[in-house]
Structure formats: C-alpha cells, structure tokens
C-alpha cells in the first residue's frame, strides 16, 4: 500500500496531541485527554503498520518470529528508553536518601526500579508503579507484547478478520466500562495501561489494513468493510454512554478515518497529513514520545519560579524547542553508531 507519508503525518499528529496534554497545566484551561487519545492512535498505527509490512509475506506467523521481531525492537527501543528514564530515577531516589536511609522506602523504590528497567510496569495495576518513573515508558512495555502477540492476529486472520475486530471492540468496551466503574488505579489500569487492552488496539489497526487492502483489490468487499468502520462507531457511542467521555471515546472513530483518508489522494489530506512539520515530527516519534516528559520536568524544574501566563508560554516554547532538540541530537548519534 502507497501513501505511508500520509501515516507518518497521523504519528506525528499523535505525539503533538500527547505533548500539548502534558502540558496543559501552564496554560489557563485544561484541555481534553488529547494524550489518552494520542497514546491509542499510535498502538492503532503499529499495528496497521506491521500488517502492511508483513501480511501475505509468510514471516511474523509463529512465536518463534514474532519474539525475535519484539527483541530486535527492544534493543533499538531500549537505549532511548534508559536515557529518558535517568533524570526521574535521579530525581527520585535523591528525595527517597535524602530523608535519610529508610529500609521499607529504599526496598520499594528499588523493587520499582527493577519493574521499570524490566519493563514490567504495565503489568502492574498500581499508579505508582506505570506512571512511577517516566510516565510514558509502559507504552513501550506493552507495545513490545502487542509485538510478541502479532503471530496469535495472523493465525485468526486466516479465518476472518472480522471475529478479530469484534473480539477486539468486546474487549475495549469490557475494559471502558469497567474503567468508568472503578475509579482507582485499577480502572484506570484496566482502560488505559493493560497490554491486552492495547493489544486490542493493536489487532484492529491490523484487521483495518487487511479490510482495507481487500477492498482495494476487491470492491465487493465493500460491505464488509463498512460494516467493521459501522462497528466501531457502535463502539465509540457504546463508550460514550457508558464513559460520558465522547471525545476520549471518539478516537478510534477519528483514527479509522484518518487510516482512511490514507487511500485518497486529494491535495487536503497532503495538506494535513504530508507537510513537513508534522512528517518531521512524525519520524521522531518514538524519541519525541520518550524524552518529552524528561525535558519538562527539567524545565519545570530550572524555570519554576516563572510562573505567569505570558512565563507560563515561553515555558511551553521552551520545553518543545528542548525536545525537539534532545530527539534530533538522539537520533542522529543512534544513526551514526549503526551505520559504523
């Protein structure tokens, strides 16, 4: 399939989306849970990715293949992932010694930094726990098992596609219910961190690509097509009555049509999806994903006693300036030591 500039363009729209919500507490009004949102697009997009890289090829087809595809993503990841979670293990074991050495404080930081170098956090329903050193970083823990569990989507897909989605919207709206009911780090576990919820993300951004495909090869597959789109907008409206959160709801909605409009080529979808800044920003995304947190709560840190609005925007100037910055510098010695 052509067009994979169009699906940069959406990745970088995502990490704009997940940056202005961490950064909405300097500006006067809260805005919506556009990081929620941004975070969701991207799993949808990886797995719509690896279904156009590797449906109809043969490989990524048993756990043999597809564990290795997930080491060989974690040893690119993971040096990113240790830089960017440094300041905050710096940050906060000084303030766990600097009360002094207290055995049950230091044993627990310490079985939490264990959890979050393994990788584990999003396995532990527990705050502290996903969001306890670099708030993001569980979104590679469980992105790395929505790439181990690739294989389990291909071996369904071989009989439809179509129980893949509807097992994937049972599970979302199972997990959006359950995530409005508990209001603990359990639900918001359940909702948001869990890897099979995501994986749930993951498969359908699968399952759209092969429908997708289909339909361009075969437009008598119209229907079926249109009937899974139909699905999800059920879901998004399940969700919003259930949540009363309709804009979080919405994104699978809004995603879908954003895959969608992947297949047209019309000058406004180059215009939204293809100019440069957000194709920049979508190459960077992993980088700009991980290192974001780190470089606001420096900045934070180094310009706290700014706290105006008109302070409060050169705050925000500043923090997207650093990770910009701090993702290109990355980048570009990662490349460089590769290709020694």
Known sequence: MKKQNHIQGIRGIAFLMVFLWHISSFLPRRLPHLGDMGTEIFFIISGFLISMHYFNTGSMTTCKQTLAYA??????????????????????????????????????????????????????????????????????????????????????????????IIGCLAIKILSEVLGNLLHNDLGTWLHYICPLTRTA??????????????????????????WQIGSIFLYGSVCIYFTNKPIYSAIDIVTVLMLGVCLIKTRLTSILFENKIVLYFGSLGLELYLIHLPVIMMSESLLSKFGHLHIGMAKIAIMFIGTVFCAELYSRIANRIQQK
């Open 71 to 164: 080491i060989k993503k974690w040893k690119k990841i993971y040096p990113i992932f240790f830089l960017s979670t440094l300041p905050f293990l710096f940050f906060i074991w000084r303030s766990v010694l600097k009360v002094g050495i207290v055995p049950s404080k230091i044993e627990i930081t310490g079985v939490k930094t264990a959890i979050d170098l393994l990788l584990l956090q999003s396995w532990i329903p527990v705050s502290d726990v996903f969001f306890g050193f670099n708030a993001v970083s569980w979104f590679i823990s469980s992105l790395l098992f929505c790439y181990v569990m690739t294989f389990v989507f291909f071996k369904i897909q071989k009989n439809t596609s179509a129980i893949v």
């Open 201 to 226: 993300d993951y498969f359908m951004g699968m399952a759209l690509y092969i429908q997708i495909k289909e339909v361009m090869e075969n437009p008598e597959e119209k229907k079926l097509l249109l």
